[in-house]
């Protein structure tokens, strides 16, 4: 089930020291690196990821919970949350630390730059996976973390709510790069996420200063496009693939923001948006 679900896509083992996950890739030029939201690997991720290797990158799409190719069903979303709260790879309540599973992902990121060459790679998280992207700037090779809807640690405090699960070494040694490098985060989130909250967009701000840029979609009630309050995942399941909607360019900033590190030939650009 899960071939015919990811049609397109090659697929292999890759392990790093007692870890070892099917990745599967697809497309040409410089790699990108997609980190699945829970449940797992869904048909709008797949979806994602086909689209990002079609505008001229080398997606690596690592599965990490659940079944490559199941459809979201709020029963998988639980039995996948369930799993990853009881995995020690998700440190999932922690504000200063990385989840162990983050070791694996740089090495990933190393192997795809290996094979595809170029500046470097970029690394994509989302929900549960979003903060990921972050901490894998530590690894010199990644040169355009995004952070959609990162939503760890679970917000179950103010402390939570505003934590970047990242450790201080590690978010200082990202700080350092991204100032010595001039290079960027991007971070995207729907304005009425409670399970990714404008606390830890303001703590971004506070930490990366200019060298983050947000883009906060309007889920307020009686927004102008309709988008729900509970609205989540802006590459996903909650995106309404129609000109003009403010979640497709959310989408097509993602492409750009990989096409200007990615590509020595582009220029970056400096920004903070609210989409509405």
Do not use: W
Not at 22 to 47: D, L, M, N, W
């Amino acid at each position: 089930m899960s071939v015919e679900k990811l049609s397109g896509f090659g697929e292999f083992e890759f392990k790093y020291q007692q870890r070892e996950y099917p990745v599967y890739y697809r497309g040409q030029g410089p790699g990108v690196v997609i980190i699945h939201e829970i449940p797992g690997i869904t048909p709008s991720v797949a979806k994602f990821a086909k689209l990002v290797a079609d505008a001229g990158f080398t997606v690596y799409l690592p599965s990490l919970l659940g079944i490559p190719g199941k459809p979201f069903t709020v029963g998988y979303v639980l039995k996948s949350a369930a799993q990853a709260c009881i995995s020690r790879e998700f440190a999932v309540l922690a504000a200063n630390q990385s989840s162990p599973i983050t070791d694996y992902l740089r090495a990933l990121c190393r192997h795809a730059h290996s094979e595809c060459g170029g500046p470097g790679v970029g690394a994509l998280g989302m929900c549960l996976t979003g903060n990921f992207a972050l901490s894998l700037m530590v690894e010199p090779c990644v040169m355009a973390p995004v952070l959609s809807q990162p939503s760890l640690p679970f917000g179950i405090t103010k402390t939570h709510r505003s934590g970047l699960h990242i450790s201080p070494q590690d978010l200082e040694c990202v700080k350092q790069r991204l100032t010595k490098e001039d290079k960027k985060v991007l971070a995207l989130r729907f304005s009425h996420d409670a399970g990714c909250t404008g606390a830890r967009f303001k703590k971004l701000h506070q930490e990366l200063g200019d060298n983050v840029e947000t883009i906060v979609i309007d889920s307020a009630p009686g927004n102008e496009f309709g988008i729900p309050r509970y609205a989540h995942s802006v590459l996903t399941n909650d995106l309404v693939d129609e000109a003009g909607h403010p979640t497709v360019a959310a989408r097509d900033r993602v492409l750009s923001f990989f096409a200007e590190h990615l590509n020595p030939d582009t220029e970056s650009t400096n920004s903070q948006t609210n989409m509405k």
